[in-house]
Every structure is written in structure tokens, then in C-alpha cells.
């Protein structure tokens, strides 16, 4: 290499370092600059100014007098605003627990009666179709009902026993139904008022049953008592599948209609008791004609005494 390129290679070396040296010196100078403006100002982060210069705010607008101008907005002071933070009470808003009335209750007695009656029937029905069908042929004809009573003599007087029991059910909830329409419960509670009510129909036809029987053990009317005992049970029977439609359409029927509906229940409740009491009355002739007294005595203690008493206890409790 000659002296000429060497000289030349020497030459852009130092332009090189006087560039770099050049580019360090501007970055150092603006840096210094960046630093000693940014340490001339305040700290963003220190409150205690910012606090100060709202205190004096506060203090300047509490000072300035009310011009009138709706537009001035005039800050209160920390003191008048009321520190006590109001609660809502406990029960506010919506409640996780659903409230029961005694009218959510009612219908809900009411449905599930309803609905656990219509199933029986459909079950007894299903089971015991025939034995129906002889109950209803035996509710108009004698000879019927005494075939009925031979075959329950035999044995096979249970589908009786339990269309009978849903008598009970259905006469006991139209009870009800009737107590908590003219607003005289038997209890507080829906459930035991419908209970107390099925409670005492069975026992008021329990007890003419044992009455019966005992007026059998004493007079010699065995045969009559019993046939008048399968009397009762098969216009119950059929009473009882009346009253459960007649139930379902008084309780789900429009008011305006539950009294007209109330009165026509109790129409067929008393043309099927009436048109039992004649059936009866047909087969007593006999004692009719000869014993006169007995059997005046008989209507008065079995027949009427009971319903009196039932009233009674009704309309005074």
C-alpha cells in the first residue's frame, strides 16, 4: 500500500470519530435539557398541593356571595353534607323466600283435593266398573239392592267399602268448601280444616252404622237393618260421584255462579236423601202398620236427632 491510500484511509477514520463524537454530544446536551425541566416542575404524584388548592376552592367559593344567576353553581361544604350513609331496610326488594297467604294455601287444598279425588274415581272405576254398574241398577230397584246385599254377606262388599270411603272424602271436602265460602273455617289451617271435615262426616255415619246395629242386637229387624245399611252405602256411593263433579265446578266456577251452584248441590243432596228415606219407608211397611210408636221413636233418634245436632254444632261453632 502506498503512502497516498494510507493517508487516505487515515482521513475517513477521523471524519468517523468526529461524527460519532458530534451525535454523543447532542444526545448528552438534549438529555441534561429533558432533565433539568423535568426537575423543575412539581410531582405529578404529590397530593398534598392538589389538596391544598382544593381546600382554597372550597374556602373562595364559600366566600363568593350569591349572585343569582342559576348558572353559579356554589359548592356546599363538607360539613353540611351528611356523613351517615342510609340503609335500605332488611326487607327491601325482592325476597328469596316466596310469601304464603292463607289464600295461596286454600287453592293449593283445593287442587291437590281435586286432583287426588278425580284419581281415585278413575282407579275405582277402572277396578271395579261392573260392581258400579249393579250399585247404579240397585239405586233404582229393591230386588237389586238385595242381591247387593247377599253378595256383601258373601264376601264381596270391599269396591262398596271404598266407593263409600270416597263418599267420605268428597262429602268432607264439600263441607269445606261450603265453610270456607261463607267464611266460618273449622281451623286455621286449610289442611286440618279439610281434614276435621272429612273426620266428621265419617264419624256422623260411622255412628248411625253402630246405632243400626245396635237397634238390630235389641229389636228383631236384623234383616231389615241390613238392607237398610246397604242402602246407605249405595246412594252414598252414588251421592259421591255427584258431589265430585259438583265439588270441581263449585270450586273453579266463576262467582257469580257459586251460589246458584251451592243451591243445586244441596238440591240433589236432598232429592237423594228423600228418595232413600221413601225406599226405606216402602220397606218398613210391616213395622209401619204395627208398631207405629217404635217406629216414630225410630225416626226421631237415628234419622233426625243427628242431623239437629250436626246443625247445631255447625251454626254455633
Not at 229393591?142 to 266407593?163: A, T
Request: proline letters at 6%.
Amino acid at each position: 500500500m502506498d503512502y497516498s491510500s494510507q493517508c487516505a484511509t487515515f482521513v475517513r477514520t477521523v471524519k468517523k470519530l468526529a461524527h460519532i463524537s458530534i451525535r454523543f454530544l447532542l444526545v448528552s446536551l438534549l438529555s441534561v435539557l429533558i432533565a433539568s425541566g423535568v426537575w423543575g416542575q412539581a410531582n405529578p404524584f404529590d397530593l398534598t398541593p392538589r389538596l391544598s388548592a382544593t381546600a382554597g376552592a372550597d374556602t373562595l367559593a364559600s366566600t363568593t356571595p350569591v349572585t343569582g344567576n342559576p348558572f353559579d353553581i356554589v359548592p356546599s361544604s363538607p360539613e353540611a353534607q351528611p356523613n351517615d350513609r342510609v340503609l335500605p331496610p332488611p326487607d327491601a326488594g325482592f325476597s328469596s323466600k316466596p310469601v304464603v297467604t292463607i289464600d295461596s294455601r286454600f287453592n293449593r287444598v283445593v287442587f291437590i283435593t281435586t286432583v287426588v279425588s278425580l284419581l281415585l274415581l278413575t282407579v275405582l272405576i277402572t277396578l271395579f266398573r261392573a260392581q258400579l254398574g249393579r250399585a247404579y241398577r240397585a239405586f233404582l230397584n229393591d230386588n237389586l239392592l238385595n242381591q247387593l246385599q247377599r253378595e256383601r254377606e258373601g264376601g264381596g262388599g270391599l269396591p262398596y267399602y271404598l266407593f263409600y270411603a270416597l263418599f267420605m272424602l268428597s262429602a268432607g271436602f264439600f263441607v269445606f268448601l261450603m265453610t270456607e265460602y261463607f267464611e266460618v273455617p273449622v281451623a286455621e289451617s286449610p289442611w286440618n280444616s279439610l281434614l276435621m271435615c272429612i273426620l266428621g262426616i265419617a264419624v256422623f255415619w260411622m255412628g248411625k252404622h253402630l246405632l243400626l246395629t245396635y237397634v238390630r242386637m235389641v229389636f228383631p229387624v236384623e234383616k231389615e237393618v241390613r238392607i237398610y245399611n246397604m242402602t246407605i252405602v249405595v246412594f252414598n256411593l252414588i251421592l259421591g260421584i255427584a258431589l265430585i263433579i259438583g265439588n270441581g265446578l263449585f270450586a273453579y266456577g266463576p262467582d257469580s255462579l257459586k251460589m246458584p251452584m251451592l243451591y243445586l248441590i244441596l238440591a240433589v243432596i236432598a232429592g237423594v236423601y228423600l228418595f232413600m228415606f221413601l225406599r226405606s219407608l216402602f220397606s218398613a211397611g210391616r213395622f209401619l202398620s204395627f208398631h207405629k210408636f217404635h217406629f216414630l221413636l225410630y225416626i226421631c233418634t237415628v234419622e233426625i236427632a243427628p242431623v239437629l245436632i250436626l246443625v247445631k254444632e255447625l251454626t254455633t261453632s
